[in-house]
């Protein structure tokens, strides 16, 4: 009573801010203590893809990515508790994983990066809250036996979470983009931005063409029935024509290629037909934003190279710079990593340190960006991780998001799991597949908490199933494809 009484007196104030620095901690110290592990993962997903991007784009509340670091550490230190609490299981057989020696591997040229540069305090602890937080997600699903139903409840969540995403663009494009000449970049979802600027709408995009690959999946494997599936499918290409993401075209028939690669490739009229069935949708998406966004631009350029420049094809253009608003492309971000004369042997091995590429926020400028200001060269996640961590770095975070894919796609060729857990598992490879054009894209991989816990998630489900294989109350399900089964396990610790 006492403290509701006090957060009421400070919501009061009429400050959004002091409000959410009082209810924040005590919030998180509630479910802390009240909620477990696997309520904890939920309560993760839900803060990082419906509110904090909601607080920042409609309250505009600049601290909301706080929201969802500290619910990804507090999930992190409750699975500590309760591994150190709870007795060692003999009973679970875990498989030799060595996908972790890369996550170490990153681990070792981050230290690396941060002793030999010696950056400041202020940007180490900027550097520690963007990148290290969602890891816990991935050695989570290292360390614990999930149980299949908590671990369906997670890929069910990304559904409804795709599905809110439908009447909210539709708010945003009717209601705030259209006020705005070109204010499009504003669709964004619940995943974050600001209504002036815009923000993470190819994030949107990816999540939802995740997740419309795991619904495919389900439905390949008759695990959902046709009806539901359309059902989805429509909500996700509502959501790709309003959000006006131009890598969701090439994103879009790759994912649906990929889950129904069999069927496609059965013989060649199957294989003409879905050719002919991506064509109309990479077609539709094309007209749609032609005319909806780009005014019919691409009608008036005569040759293919100029709609493709127009279309986004300046973006990798390496000498792409404007000194006016700092902007650069994602060619010219490597360009100039690459050219970089000042850089000797030992930066371009183990980079300038954490956060170092950095641009500005409230640790201000990192040490190289200075130098290249008013530049801001850490438009792409891979000239984060050339600048920051250097090569070896750079060949740790790829190294590792392979060595998973390839577990991943190994335990799907294998079979051995059940029905529903070969389509997570796929779903996942294609998630991580698709994350390689993330690195030269944008820097979201290593910034953004949304696409953090989105990859990682995926990565971690790969990590559970090679590391524990198929759950014993699964085991029967794992020849054939039956209905989702619908007992509830508990969580068991892993050996």
């Given at each position: 009573?006492?403290?509701a ?36 993962l ?19 509340l ?6 969802a ?44 990066a941060?002793v030999?540069n ?23 699903f ?50 974050g ?13 990816f ?34 024509l ?6 969701s075209v ?19 009229r ?5 050719g ?30 100029e ?23 994602r ?5 100039l ?8 042997p ?11 590429s ?12 200075k ?10 996640a ?35 799991g059940s029905?529903?857990?070969l ?13 390689f ?49 619908k ?5 068991r610790?892993?050996?």
């Amino acid at each position: 009573m006492v403290v509701a009484l006090l957060v009421g007196a400070v919501a009061g104030l009429d400050s959004p801010i002091l409000l959410t620095l009082l209810a924040g901690p005590m919030l998180a110290l509630l479910l802390f203590f009240t909620v477990n592990a696997q309520g904890m993962l939920l309560s993760l997903f839900a803060v990082t893809f419906l509110v904090q991007g909601s607080l920042l784009y409609f309250l505009n509340l600049r601290q909301a990515t706080w929201v969802a670091v500290g619910m990804a550490l507090l999930f992190i230190m409750r699975i500590v508790m309760d591994q150190m609490v709870r007795r060692r299981q003999k009973d679970v057989h875990t498989q030799p994983v060595t996908i972790m020696y890369w996550v170490m591997a990153l681990a070792g040229c981050y230290c690396l990066a941060l002793v030999l540069n010696r950056p400041a305090v202020g940007q180490v602890a900027a550097s520690l809250k963007s990148f290290w937080p969602m890891f816990g997600v991935l050695i989570a699903f290292y360390w614990v036996r999930w149980t299949p139903a908590r671990l369906r409840q997670l890929w069910q969540l990304m559904i409804v979470i795709t599905l809110i995403q439908v009447p909210v663009t539709l708010y945003q494009h009717l209601f705030i983009a259209s006020r705005k000449v070109g204010g499009f970049d504003s669709v964004v979802g619940t995943f974050g931005g600001t209504q002036l600027g815009g923000g993470l709408s190819a994030v949107m995009a990816f999540f939802v063409v995740v997740t419309l690959a795991f619904v495919l999946a389900l439905w390949n494997r008759t695990l959902m029935s046709t009806r539901r599936m359309l059902f989805v499918v429509v909500a996700t290409l509502i959501v790709i024509l309003l959000g006006e993401v131009k890598a969701s075209v090439i994103w879009l028939p790759i994912a649906v290629f990929f889950i129904l690669r069999k069927r496609a490739l059965r013989n060649i009229r199957t294989l003409i037909a879905y050719g002919c069935a991506a064509a109309v949708m990479c077609s539709a998406i094309y007209v749609t934003y032609n005319q909806l966004y780009w005014a019919g631009n691409m009608d008036r350029l005569d040759t293919i190279g100029e709609k493709l420049d127009s279309a986004g094809g300046y973006f990798f253009d390496p000498d792409n710079l404007n000194y006016v608003t700092g902007e650069v492309s994602r060619g010219a971000s490597l360009a100039l990593w690459v050219s970089d004369r000042a850089t000797g042997p030992m930066h371009r091995l183990l980079g300038y340190g954490p956060n170092a590429s950095k641009s500005g926020g409230l640790m201000g400028a990192g040490a190289v960006s200075k130098r290249f200001a008013p530049l801001h060269i850490d438009a792409t996640a891979l000239a984060v991780l050339l600048w920051d961590y250097g090569i070896a770095g750079a060949l740790a975070y790829i190294g590792l998001i392979a060595a998973t894919m390839r577990a991943g796609w190994r335990f799907v060729k294998a079979g051995q799991g059940s029905a529903t857990q070969l389509a997570a598992a796929e779903t996942s490879v294609l998630a991580l597949g698709l994350s390689f054009s993330l690195l030269i894209y944008n820097r979201s991989l290593v910034d953004e908490p949304t696409m953090q816990l989105l990859i990682l998630f995926c990565a971690g489900y790969i990590v559970q199933c090679a590391r524990f294989g198929a759950h014993p109350a699964e085991a029967a399900d794992a020849a054939v494809s039956v209905a989702l089964p619908k007992s509830r396990l508990v969580l068991r610790p892993a050996s």
